[in-house]
């Protein structure tokens, strides 16, 4: 602990010298007073440019457009033959029509091409491939809309020579691999290897079939499964990673054997008409020289993105002209070179992808960072908005405190970052001066203000006065209890759950072990005053919690005689969609903790590590990616432009759904309640979200005022004290005042 506290000092200390050296020096804490020297300056356009590249949507055709609303019309898979991209599009199951379609990215010109499917029992087409002129698609046999699965279901070869328009359809004639309960064989890949022969790939086995579906052999090559390929001038290279020597192998289609071999990773790989062997590496698509290895970038993704749902696939294809194609999150969109301009960089530190992240943290593709959906969407919405400034990546990773230390203390000296993912930053490390009061700017602002955001959850993000990191998004935790059983805040008690609790004893309550985390989590809320850094455990109210904690089952199922009597809601937000009414049918309370302050309900950040002791207790961020905390560096230079970064990141983007979280906005969390109530799932419409559920909620967030800590070291020390007392030999009350002492001279330590 005292290292620690020496290393923030020493942190703050140089600070002070670098500020010396003529960086800005940094607000101090709790002043916000000091107002942005140039809060309201206009941007200013850049007139230089320089060579490189960038993007633009090609418009999809009318019968492509809002084939399946949730994604996109080319989400489907896709293949390329010569210049032209052909894709499987994302359509509904029981679509009377089954298609593909080709789009020649050198005239710019759409084709369609109907997939026949015949006597098929529930057809789908589960993929496409193409190559010297001709179209395959594989079609299975499958359940859709809740049909029953054929006992021999299998699967159809289709066949179309797009020149002469000759199609063939015919049953894959495959039986189920030895040792398989299903007599039919369970396919995974189809690959064109040229107009007249294609390859099907299965858990154990490959297959070459000619139009007619006539098995020709089954060559040795390894594939098992579904293989990672591209095609280089029209030349198949295939990715084995269970090969001794891992990488692509040019496959000879005439023999049926590898050629030749590339140590190139398989993450990202892309093909071309072109001639070149294109990667992703480090962020950026890099080319390679097949023969000697090395490689040169030639663009980032993030500079060649729309939106940050164009990250994802990375379905990427470089035509003969040199042009770049990959689908985005509304249609294709075209990266071609061109001249662009020279804006001055603004540095954006995140965790990168190395093998020591830590845990919780996983990067978006083959990406060399991990941040939130929301944050690289800020990134990309900036960097095509704004006239003066670019946001660069600076990926930076540790894996144990000590590189963490040196991390921070190369941040504190260094200048040559201005924006920070805080995830990053240990809870404690906003004390060292590392990070800009953000609120002089919010003032000075004209486009966004306190006002635009929901009160209690901007006060959350207080320090000291002071607005040091922007969240975008929390959670809620809560307690929802039977509206029947409800007796309202004041005497909702230990007490009175253990009385209803014997009168009712088949009725449902959480699990021990989920009730720990979110009990441990919440009492650095509930019990610990922040501001004047003294605690409170040695109240009636935390021996009550003990003594709850203590009576609930360790183990139970997931029936209930007698229904539910209250349960534990980490993601209040997520669950939305999926009204508790489906749990309490005679209605519901947010109840909150017994026998706490104001609703007993508290706020979370969104976790970004999965490093949480226990059971079922999680918090979105270790399901759906981490969220969105940032600052601006004290050391910065450039901090007007990283105030406008910060200030697209406020504004928002196109996500108005509650699932990932609750919106600071009032604007955006507005959107989420009227999208929820607009989500009807088919089947549970007498469980829909409704006015009287959005009133609720809105209720709850609006009286929320707590937000718990996330600090490791302090929830470990209270998880030790409360495992102590539920493994027997001491009373709640002396437990409560054991942890009483503790957290106390921890917080001294910290002040």
């Known amino acids: 602990m005292k290292k620690h506290i020496c290393l923030i000092l020493a942190l703050a200390m140089l600070l002070g010298l670098s500020a010396c050296g003529g960086s800005p020096a940094a607000v101090p804490a709790g002043s916000g007073t000091a107002p942005p020297q140039t809060a309201s300056a206009e941007p200013k356009p850049v007139t230089e440019t320089i060579p490189g590249y960038a993007p633009e949507e090609t418009a999809l055709p009318d019968w492509l457009e809002g084939l399946w609303p949730e994604h996109s019309g080319l989400s489907g898979g896709w293949d390329s033959d010569g210049d032209t991209m052909w894709f499987l599009p994302d359509t509904d199951d029981s679509a009377e029509t089954l298609f593909a379609a080709g789009y020649d990215t050198v005239t710019g010109t759409w084709q369609r091409c109907g997939i026949s499917t015949g006597e098929a029992r529930y057809p789908r087409v589960k993929a496409i491939s193409t190559a010297g002129g001709a179209l395959w698609a594989m079609i299975e046999e499958y359940a859709a809309g809740g049909g029953r699965i054929p006992d021999d279901a299998g699967y159809?070869?289709?066949?179309?020579?797009?020149?002469?328009?000759?199609?063939?359809?015919?049953?894959?004639?495959?039986?189920?691999?030895?040792?398989?309960?299903?007599?039919?064989?369970?396919?995974?890949?189809?690959?064109?290897?040229?107009?007249?022969?294609?390859?099907?790939?299965?858990?154990?086995?490959?297959?070459?079939?000619?139009?007619?579906?006539?098995?020709?052999?089954?060559?040795?090559?390894?594939?098992?499964?579904?293989?990672?390929?591209?095609?280089?001038?029209?030349?198949?290279?295939?990715?084995?990673?269970?090969?001794?020597?891992?990488?692509?192998?040019?496959?000879?289609?005439?023999?049926?054997?590898?050629?030749?071999?590339?140590?190139?990773?398989?993450?990202?790989?892309?093909?071309?008409?072109?001639?070149?062997?294109?990667?992703?590496?480090?962020?950026?698509?890099?080319?390679?020289?097949?023969?000697?290895?090395?490689?040169?970038?030639?663009?980032?993704?993030?500079?060649?993105?729309?939106?940050?749902?164009?990250?994802?696939?990375f379905s990427c294809f470089e035509n003969s002209k040199g042009e770049f194609f990959y689908?985005?999150?509304?249609?294709?969109?075209?990266?071609?070179?061109?001249?662009?301009?020279?804006?001055?960089?603004?540095?954006?530190?995140?965790?990168?992808?190395?093998?020591?992240?830590?845990?919780?943290?996983?990067?978006?593709?083959?990406?060399?960072?991990?941040?939130?959906?929301?944050?690289?969407?800020?990134?990309?919405?900036?960097?095509?908005t704004d006239p003066e400034y670019r946001i660069v990546l600076k990926p930076v990773s540790y894996s144990s405190n000590d590189e963490r230390d040196?991390?921070?203390?190369?941040?504190?000296?260094?200048?040559?970052?201005?924006?920070?993912?805080?995830?990053?930053?240990?809870?404690?490390?906003?004390?060292?001066?590392?990070?800009?009061?953000?609120?002089?700017?919010?003032?000075?602002?004209?486009?966004?203000?306190?006002?635009?955001?929901?009160?209690?959850?901007?006060?959350?993000?207080?320090?000291?006065?002071?607005?040091?990191?922007?969240?975008?998004?929390?959670?809620?935790?809560?307690?929802?209890?039977?509206?029947?059983?409800?007796?309202?805040?004041?005497?909702?008690?230990?007490?009175?759950?253990?009385?209803q609790r014997a009168e009712r004893p088949d009725m449902r309550v959480p699990f021990r072990e989920d009730m720990l985390e979110a009990m441990i989590w919440a009492s650095t809320a509930e019990f610990i005053d922040w501001e004047h850094m003294t605690c409170s455990f040695d109240s009636l109210a935390f021996t009550g919690w003990l003594k709850l904690l203590e009576s609930l089952p360790a183990e139970q199922g997931y029936g209930g005689a007698q229904g539910v009597f209250f349960s534990l809601e980490c993601d209040i937000a997520g669950s939305v969609y999926f009204s508790p009414r489906m749990s309490y049918p005679n209605g519901y309370v947010f109840a909150g903790f017994p026998e706490a302050s104001g609703t007993g309900s508290y706020f979370v950040r969104l976790r970004s590590s999965s490093e949480i002791a226990g059971g079922f207790f999680s918090t979105p961020g270790d399901t759906?990616?981490?969220?969105?905390?940032?600052?601006?560096?004290?050391?910065?230079?450039?901090?007007?432009?990283?105030?406008?970064?910060?200030?697209?990141?406020?504004?928002?983007?196109?996500?108005?759904?509650?699932?990932?979280?609750?919106?600071?906005?009032?604007?955006?969390?507005?959107?989420?309640?009227?999208?929820?109530?607009?989500?009807?799932?088919?089947?549970?419409?007498?469980?829909?979200?409704?006015?009287?559920?959005?009133?609720?909620?809105?209720?709850l967030v609006y009286g929320t005022t707590r937000l718990v800590h996330t600090d490791d070291a302090l929830l470990t020390l209270i998880r030790s004290e409360v495992n102590a007392y539920l493994g027997g030999g001491k009373s709640a009350e002396d437990a409560a005042k054991q942890l009483q002492s503790r957290v106390s001279v921890y917080l001294a330590e910290q002040s």
């Not at 858990?203 to 390929?229: C, E, K, M, Q, R």
């Not at 929301?374 to 960097?383: G, P, T, Y």
């Not at 200048?415 to 001066?433: F, M, Q, W």
Request: contains cysteine; hydrophobic residues 40%; negative net charge.
């Open 624 to 699: 759906y990616g981490h969220n969105t905390r940032i600052g601006i560096m004290a050391s910065s230079a450039n901090k007007d432009g990283a105030w406008r970064f910060v200030r697209t990141l406020m504004l928002g983007g196109d996500d108005v759904s509650l699932a990932n979280g609750i919106p600071v906005s009032k604007a955006g969390f507005e959107a989420g309640l009227d999208y929820a109530a607009s989500r009807v799932q088919e089947g549970y419409e007498q469980f829909a979200f409704t006015q009287a559920d959005a009133d609720a909620m809105r209720e």
């Open 406 to 499: 040196r991390l921070l203390i190369e941040l504190a000296t260094g200048s040559d970052v201005d924006v920070i993912d805080t995830s990053i930053l240990p809870e404690n490390a906003l004390k060292g001066g590392l990070l800009t009061d953000m609120l002089p700017y919010l003032d000075a602002d004209g486009a966004v203000s306190r006002d635009d955001f929901i009160a209690p959850l901007f006060n959350a993000m207080l320090k000291n006065g002071g607005l040091y990191e922007y969240t975008d998004k929390f959670t809620l935790m809560t307690l929802i209890s039977d509206a029947g059983l409800y007796p309202g805040r004041q005497d909702w008690t230990a007490d009175y759950i253990a009385q």
């Open 156 to 313: 159809y070869l289709f066949y179309k020579n797009l020149n002469d328009g000759t199609e063939l359809l015919s049953r894959i004639p495959l039986a189920g691999d030895a040792g398989t309960e299903s007599s039919m064989a369970e396919l995974h890949t189809i690959l064109a290897l040229d107009g007249s022969h294609v390859l099907l790939t299965s858990p154990s086995s490959t297959y070459v079939l000619d139009p007619a579906a006539n098995v020709l052999g089954s060559p040795a090559l390894g594939l098992n499964g579904w293989p990672n390929y591209m095609r280089v001038n029209g030349q198949l290279y295939i990715y084995r990673w269970d090969a001794e020597d891992e990488g692509f192998w040019l496959l000879d289609t005439d023999s049926m054997s590898y050629s030749r071999h590339i140590p190139v990773d398989g993450c990202g790989c892309f093909s071309s008409s072109a001639g070149n062997f294109n990667c992703t590496v480090d962020g950026a698509l890099r080319r390679f020289d097949i023969q000697s290895g090395a490689n040169e970038p030639v663009f980032s993704w993030m500079d060649v993105a729309l939106s940050a749902d164009d990250l994802g696939g």
């Open 327 to 384: 689908m985005g999150k509304s249609g294709l969109i075209r990266v071609y070179e061109t001249m662009i301009p020279a804006k001055r960089a603004l540095t954006l530190a995140c965790f990168g992808d190395t093998n020591d992240m830590p845990a919780g943290y996983t990067s978006r593709g083959a990406m060399s960072y991990s941040m939130s959906d929301e944050l690289e969407d800020a990134v990309i919405r900036f960097n095509n």
